[in-house]
């Protein structure tokens, strides 16, 4: 494994290990605010003396001054819901708001077209069940003008034939005050409206002609479908965490893969060579000399003082000269001579024509392999850079 693949696998640990952190945080905050809401649904029970429903969701009903309710606990929203004596809508139809999309579970609902354009305000919106035939829908004038009234005071709220459905705003946090009050607010409004029912009738629901091409005039449904955000946090996370765990090992397998199919064969066409020696002096005779002087010695002993530049001499050539090091005029006992060299190889390859790459060589040894006019070679490129050369 190389470098650069650990350098990827040690950077993708450490994203890994931060969206491990990031999500055990929201699990956290999501765990402490559940227990919040459990606290107050028990509370709310208790002191408005609901009644548990059998089954797995969290449903009570009770009795406030001979008014009828039920309290539901979705997990995101309070449903407080008021029983009918007599229906306000005909059978299958649903009111709600205009904006209400997320409200209630609408995919087995589409809408219905108004009658009178002009009778109809952009308060509210009616839906039918899909297992009716498509329908319009009239409406008094009084109707809609209670319906107006209700949606403006109760919103949002949900009306179905036998039930209002008002979502109670949570404050910080939700009070048996808020919802008695709302329960008594919501009590008031459905008796005037059934009054209103009762003096110019319900709403008529009449079927549509069937029409000529049924390809052609299906109608366009927005489904307003509730996203589960626990749910789809949770198989965020997870895809994230599995991402991170993975890319790692994908990108290696990658990079393996790319680097075998860079792979080219070539001929070396041009190279050149260049030695340099930077001759160096210690001002004043140390103990030990440096005859002429070798890195090691030179870390290990040194100088007292500064070394004085004496000379810099160059070499350099190509095929035609074998490499060969600059001579340097006189050395003395505590002269210290730094050496240099490289070597640049032009490359010729085919590659939807004719292309030259370079590439350097910092070792004479190397140079020899590869020093032969039309020298034949195998290397990889990647992003214009050479590596893996080998003779063939």
Request: overall charge positive; proline content about 8%; hydrophobic content about 40%.
């Amino acid at each position: 494994m190389t470098s650069e693949q650990l350098r990827t696998l040690g950077l993708w640990m450490v994203v890994s290990l931060a969206a491990g952190g990031v999500f055990f945080f929201l699990g956290y905050r999501w765990r402490v605010r559940r227990r919040q809401r459990h606290a107050l649904w028990s509370e709310l029970c208790l002191r408005l003396e609901l009644v548990p429903e059998p089954g797995d969701g969290r449903v009570a009903s009770g009795d406030l001054q001979g008014m009828g309710f039920s309290l539901r606990d979705t997990g995101f929203h309070w449903l407080l819901e008021v029983p009918l004596p007599q229906p306000l809508l005909p059978p299958g139809v649903v009111l709600l708001l205009g904006k209400a999309r997320g409200l209630g579970s609408l995919h087995r609902l589409r809408p219905l077209r108004v009658g009178l354009l002009t009778a109809s305000p952009k308060t509210f919106a009616w839906y039918a069940g899909r297992d009716l035939p498509p329908s319009k829908v009239d409406a008094s004038k009084a109707f809609l003008e209670e319906a107006r009234r209700a949606m403006e005071a109760h919103a949002p709220l949900e009306v179905v034939p036998h039930r209002l459905i008002h979502t109670l705003r949570e404050g910080p946090p939700l009070s048996v005050g808020d919802v008695r009050e709302a329960v008594r607010a919501l009590d008031a409004t459905a008796r005037r409206w059934l009054d209103t029912v009762e003096a110019h009738g319900l709403p008529r629901v009449d079927a549509l002609p069937p029409a000529p091409s049924l390809r052609s005039r299906l109608p366009r449904v927005r489904i307003p479908v509730r996203i589960p955000l626990k749910g789809v946090l949770s198989v965020l996370g997870g895809l994230a965490f599995l991402f991170s765990c993975c890319f790692p090992v994908l990108s290696m397998v990658r990079g393996a893969w790319s680097g075998m199919s860079d792979e080219h064969t070539g001929q070396v066409v041009g190279i050149s060579w260049t030695r340099t020696m930077r001759h160096m002096r210690c001002p004043h005779v140390p103990h030990m000399s440096f005859n002429g002087g070798d890195a090691e010695l030179l870390r290990k002993s040194g100088c007292a003082y500064p070394w004085k530049d004496v000379d810099y001499l160059r070499t350099s050539g190509g095929f035609e000269e074998p490499p060969r090091w600059p001579e340097p005029v006189s050395v003395r006992a505590e002269d210290y001579l730094l050496r240099e060299e490289s070597y640049t190889l032009n490359i010729e390859y085919e590659d939807v024509g004719k292309k030259v790459v370079t590439y350097q060589v910092h070792s004479e040894g190397l140079y020899r392999l590869f020093s032969k006019p039309g020298q034949q070679v195998s290397f990889r490129l990647r992003n214009g850079r050479v590596s893996h050369l080998r003779p063939e």
